[in-house]
């Protein structure tokens, strides 16, 4: 997390500012965010027709594809009123296949747009992009680094349903390693007292020593277990990524896991089970219905609207 | 056809309708829409802005490239001001590369829209699909099953030249055993009294049995001798299609044929061209002009309104 | 420039036309142009919500990639209401794929569209393309042959600059054979008196001889001597294009040649440096601060003004 140090704290005051890392946000930030987020809620869900960005164009560049948050973006940007300017891929298209920089691709997207959404494999290319332009960068995952809205549509579906961000149990299930879906929700729940963490997953795939503090716990297991670790924690809520094959290293049968209707039993009534998508076969779809299974019914949804939010705040339409 | 069998009749009411099959269209239901197309129609060409569908999102998801129906139903949505979340080719995309299920595809598409166009190569997807999810989708070809926009605006054209849909005369050329739109005009009309339908084609090539009733008969020549025939029958409607190479069997001859000047020669000055396009030497250019071929000129623009017409009626906003 | 010859001069009268070349402005109507752009920059700076273009349905069919051009025009479209029908690669779509001509598909895109936006790789494309709609077709690049809009944004950029458009030293640096941009140019400003061109090149890739005339010199050089004989010839504009790795022959130092801090010393105080962009490493990094490099400032904004210009212009909505 040292890559985006010099990214400025967001301290209440959203217009013109870069969001490259959830490190720029106080609780008071977050909250801000959600307040915004509830309001656009509203207005989606009562199909409110928005003006709000009419007359601003948002650019969207994303070096590698990613289905939902490219979607996500594009229509928050979209259902406000602005138009969009949109490269997928653009490493195939003419100027960045004839060598073009980051920053010159950055520097002509600015020519166009009023705020720019960037994703892109390399740590660090948010805050190299935020440094070539004199317009918002929102950073949409930066490789192995930051990804700051997944983060933020995390924290509100979890304000929504519990109330409080404080005072919870979290369990990460997978690969908190290299996981920065893990990261985030970590950085960004660790801001409010109370919470414990605890890392599910087998040997060797423990969150880094610099990500942690005294609040986070690691629970090495044979994931095969799962069930019965989770029913002795009894978390609040049950974070799952999958373990991507590359990361797999001797006994494979010791990281396979699966969540379903057994894990169901083992949960609290008010649990929650959290998922960024897509999911493969780490959930089983029957687990889908039940009503403590968020990731259809509620995270997706709040990306929309935490994106809404995002893009009004730093165009500086509300404040 | 009974891959669709379980999806709802309209019977008279659109609203929150998926539209899997013509088989759900009674001839009120088919009226319903090209009485709202042709409302679309003027509105359309009056350049008047719509916002019928403002605050509204729909999405596109078609897994099989097609330029026109992607192209028709992307400015349909626009057209009434919907915005829209398109995914081209999605199988190349991280999601479903990764894995993610048809289901889980549409779930998340869900959660962005209103309403989603699904065009994908296998019979039955739609209905998967529609199963799936809990707002409207409406089928834009699902493989060598049904693509009911098409019937739609085939049927709209036919019914805009010769002021009805009954008592009609109709030629197919090419490939009724295998070709979807032919099914479709086939399926649509027959719910007409009165019409005559003719399979040109040569052997094999035949409309399969189940499809078929005894208002259709088979005319199986040399394709070279198109022209004969077709004076023969002296058709309202000769309906074209390319027979694609995967069919041609054996003296391959027998299959070439072309609809060009001398066909004019044969036709009735009534009598209406049709092709749902791409042509490539099926029909020669000299035909264009002709003002019984209405390819370019009523059948394209025809599926902008009758797509038009689907997207309010399914979301409600005309009743 | 034959290739346009039958394309109709402009005369003062935009409405319908098709903008395939240069040729057809005169100098009135590129200062019509410029002065509606004059008011689109006004527009979109200060973040006007603009409906110039509610109602009607842009067509964008680009058979090459070109990030900018296309961004250009589409965000052009959008910005002044436009839907915008979007294809790009269509040689990789169903339809071409299929084997398509170019005057179907753009038949087909003439059906949902009130204008059309084309960039083919061969000369004398966009002229087929006019002549096979009866909409407006703009050439956004035809191959070697003309790209109009750059050529406009070009002039557009000097004017705002110098206030005029005779009268100026022009010196291109790089391929004057093949290089469209400096084609262009060199024709806009010819109509313009008292302006001199000079041809700043390595042996062989001279300025073709019917383009030019009397006020067009050669200075073969060295191109490691750039600096030196630009602060000789003391050109008001620099021009500047990349020399491709497929013209260079024989001794491959003399081809290459970098503009730089160094060059910055040999200028005047109220010259300026022009380049299309993308810039490779024939421009380094270190000249985009200084105010005489006006690539990121100025060129790439003002292709935005302008081509909203040109297509409110030829829509008929401004005259």
């Known amino acids: 997390m040292p890559i985006n140090d010099t990214i400025g704290k967001i301290s209440g005051n959203f217009k013109g500012k870069d969001i490259a890392s959830t490190d720029q946000f106080s609780p008071k930030d977050f909250e801000k965010v959600f307040s915004v987020a509830d309001e656009m809620k509203k207005d989606v869900q009562s199909h409110k027709p928005l003006s709000m960005l009419g007359g601003y164009a948002v650019g969207l560049m994303f070096f590698e594809p990613s289905t939902r948050t490219f979607s996500s973006f594009s229509s928050a940007a979209k259902r406000l009123g602005a138009v969009t300017i949109e490269h997928q891929n653009p490493a195939q298209s003419s100027s960045v296949a004839k060598g073009e920089t980051l920053e010159d691709s950055m520097r002509v997207l600015e020519a166009y747009s009023d705020a720019i959404v960037l994703r892109h494999p390399e740590a660090g290319s948010a805050k190299r992009a935020a440094d070539a332009v004199g317009i918002p960068v929102l950073n ?23 109330g409080h961000l404080d005072n919870l149990k979290i369990a990460f299930v997978g690969d908190p390693l290299h996981y ?4 985030g929700q970590f950085s960004g729940l660790s801001q409010y007292g109370g919470n414990t963490f605890y890392g599910i997953s087998p040997k060797g795939l423990e969150m880094p020593k610099e990500y942690r503090n005294e609040s986070y716990q690691d629970v090495v297991i044979d994931m095969k277990d799962v069930n ?3 029913g002795e924690i009894k978390p609040d809520i049950v974070s799952v990524g999958r373990i991507p094959k590359e990361y797999i290293s001797g006994d494979a049968s010791q990281y396979n896991f699966v969540i379903n209707a057994d894990t169901l039993k083992e949960l609290l009534p008010k649990s929650i089970i959290m998922h960024p998508l897509p999911r493969i076969d780490e959930i089983t779809t029957d687990v889908d219905a039940d009503p403590r299974a968020v990731y259809f019914s509620r995270q997706i949804r709040n990306g929309l609207y935490v994106r809404m939010a995002l893009l009004g705040l730093v165009l500086g339409k509300i404040s």
Do not use: M, W
């Open 140 to 162: 949409a995952g930066d490789g192995p680094n930051q990804h700051p809205s997944q983060t933020l549509l995390d924290l509100y579906t979890i304000l929504e349903i519990f």
């Open 228 to 230: 019965k670790t989770l």
């Open 180 to 183: 920065r879906v893990f990261h």
